[in-house]
């Protein structure tokens, strides 16, 4: 398996003053931020993170989906944003370099990728890495870290609905357990 330089991916290296001057910087202050590290591939299943965004917004207003990277996709899932009128809940940020990488996972709540099919991921190491929740699903080589309520929480491939319920269970729930147990794995 693959590793993460924990010295790199340490959230003690940034402080608060720099995760609010970005968070204000992007104009995502006072927002919960569910981000992604992902290339916008239909094997990424970023689709079904917007849908299930239209679905949040409705009792969590103050909920963003911040999505890092670019891909051919990119125009259809920015109109599928229009179309679901989920534009000031979607975020698309665009490529972010790996250095600088850390410290928007820094100043998130939450990593999602309900992935497809992946090899390892070495996405949601970085995260988990970061103490942030894992949102994801069961496939590839996922299971082989991400351990459902243990390290992670699973989705179903492909299910906005599925997306939405989980998303709102660690919304809702103390994760600190989920994160410590993670973080360990790393």
Same mark, same amino acid.
């Given at each position: 398996?693959?590793?993460?330089?924990?010295?790199?991916?340490?959230?003690?290296? $940034?402080?608060? &003053?720099?995760?609010? &001057?970005?968070?204000?910087?992007?104009?995502?202050?006072?927002?919960?931020?569910?981000?992604?590290?992902?290339?916008?591939?239909?094997?990424?299943?970023?689709?079904?993170?917007?849908?299930?965004?239209?679905?949040?917004?409705?009792?969590? %207003?103050?909920?963003?989906?911040?999505?890092?990277?670019?891909?051919? @996709?990119?125009?259809?899932?920015?109109?599928? #944003?229009?179309?679901?009128?989920?534009?000031?809940?979607? +975020?698309?940020?665009?490529?972010?370099?790996?250095?600088? @990488?850390?410290? $928007?996972?820094?100043?998130?709540? $939450?990593? +999602?990728? %309900?992935?497809?099919? &992946?090899?390892?991921?070495?996405?949601? +190491?970085?995260?988990?890495?970061?103490?942030?929740?894992? +949102? #994801?699903?069961?496939?590839?080589?996922?299971?082989?870290?991400?351990?459902?309520?243990?390290?992670?929480?699973?989705?179903? %491939?492909?299910?906005? &609905?599925?997306?939405?319920?989980?998303?709102?269970?660690?919304? #809702?729930?103390?994760?600190?357990?989920?994160?410590?147990?993670?973080?360990?794995?790393?």
């Amino acid at each position: 398996p693959n590793g993460v330089d924990l010295r790199k991916f340490d959230v003690n290296n $940034y402080s608060s &003053e720099e995760t609010k &001057e970005l968070k204000e910087k992007l104009g995502l202050k006072n927002k919960k931020i569910i981000v992604t590290s992902s290339r916008l591939s239909e094997k990424n299943g970023i689709e079904s993170v917007i849908r299930a965004m239209a679905e949040l917004k409705k009792s969590f %207003p103050d909920l963003v989906f911040l999505i890092l990277g670019i891909g051919e @996709l990119e125009d259809k899932l920015r109109q599928l #944003t229009k179309d679901l009128d989920v534009e000031d809940n979607v +975020i698309f940020h665009g490529f972010v370099e790996n250095q600088k @990488l850390p410290l $928007y996972l820094t100043m998130s709540d $939450y990593f +999602i990728r %309900p992935s497809l099919s &992946e090899g390892q991921g070495i996405s949601f +190491i970085e995260a988990m890495a970061m103490d942030l929740p894992i +949102i #994801t699903t069961p496939v590839g080589g996922i299971p082989d870290f991400i351990f459902d309520k243990e390290t992670g929480f699973f989705c179903k %491939p492909n299910d906005p &609905e599925s997306i939405a319920e989980v998303i709102e269970y660690c919304l #809702t729930n103390d994760l600190d357990e989920v994160i410590e147990n993670a973080h360990d794995l790393v």
